[in-house]
């Protein structure tokens, strides 16, 4: 079943004094349970993909479907609902309220979505917990390393049982170790949990922690393959010819 299927995505920023074709009709769809990388040279469309697909953003022309719903009709409003159930989005530089101990970070979600404090927290700290970090629950982000700070975004991300997970170079402002450890993560939530996972980056070491690998360049769709064990040489040849 497809989970969400892009159709003739387009994209043109017109704001410089040259306008930018950032996708230049890009289909793409996704499985229920698929874990996708999307790689490619930077500026190639990637996070405007990803937004697009995750309706941060509209495309100029084209069509985004999650389930039974079409993205690109929805107004503002009914697209915030969307993004806020059914998407989880997980961002390069953790994007955590600062002043907001991780419990209080992760909850937040439901909370804007109504749920009574207790509730959410309690949905919360179960997440927490199994993302191994029930001993810094009351640490505020600025105590916990970047690896931590990730993880707890996930949780955030994940804490709505969203559908789809979105995730934008998350392991981009991570060291070697913590970046292993969080694509390894996000590949234990695709086995074992069933989530339907997209995720940006331009590390083919990264990359080769997912089930799929789709090449971006110049806003265009150039590869999409599945990956067996041992791909990261294959991840690597492929990136080495691209860029
Ligand atoms: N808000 C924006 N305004 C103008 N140009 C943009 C904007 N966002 C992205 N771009 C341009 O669109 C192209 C694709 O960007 P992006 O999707 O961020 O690429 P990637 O994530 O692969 O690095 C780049 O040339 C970038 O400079
Ligand atoms: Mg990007």
């Not at 069509?63 to 997980?90: C, H, K, M, P, Q």
Request: aromatic letters at 4%; one cysteine or more.
């Amino acid at each position: 079943m497809k989970l969400i299927e892009a159709a003739g995505l387009e994209k043109t920023y017109a704001e410089g004094a040259t306008p930018v074709r950032a996708l230049a009709g890009v289909s793409l769809s996704l499985e229920a349970g698929d874990f996708v990388a999307v790689m490619g040279p930077s500026g190639c469309g990637k996070s405007t993909l990803l937004h697009c697909l995750g309706g941060l953003d509209r495309p100029d022309a084209g069509t985004v479907r999650l389930g039974d719903e079409e993205l690109t009709r929805l107004n503002d409003e009914a697209l915030t609902l969307v993004r806020r159930r059914r998407i989880g989005f997980v961002f390069q530089f953790f994007n955590l309220v600062p002043v907001m101990s991780a419990l209080e970070n992760v909850a937040l979600p439901l909370t804007l979505d109504g749920l009574s404090d207790a509730q959410a927290q309690e949905r919360a700290k179960k997440w927490l917990e199994k993302l191994g970090l029930a001993e810094r629950m009351h640490h505020l982000p600025d105590q916990l390393s970047g690896g931590q700070q990730q993880r707890v975004a996930i949780a955030r991300a994940l804490v709505t049982e969203p559908v789809l997970v979105l995730a934008d170079e998350p392991t981009g402002n991570l060291d070697s170790k913590s970046a292993d450890d969080i694509a390894r993560l996000l590949r234990q939530l695709s086995d074992e949990h069933q989530r339907t996972i997209l995720m940006v980056t331009h590390d083919p070491r990264i990359a080769a922690n997912a089930r799929r690998l789709v090449f971006l360049k110049d806003g265009v769709m150039v590869d999409d393959q599945r990956i067996g064990a041992g791909a990261t040489s294959a991840v690597r040849s492929q990136l080495e010819a691209l860029s």
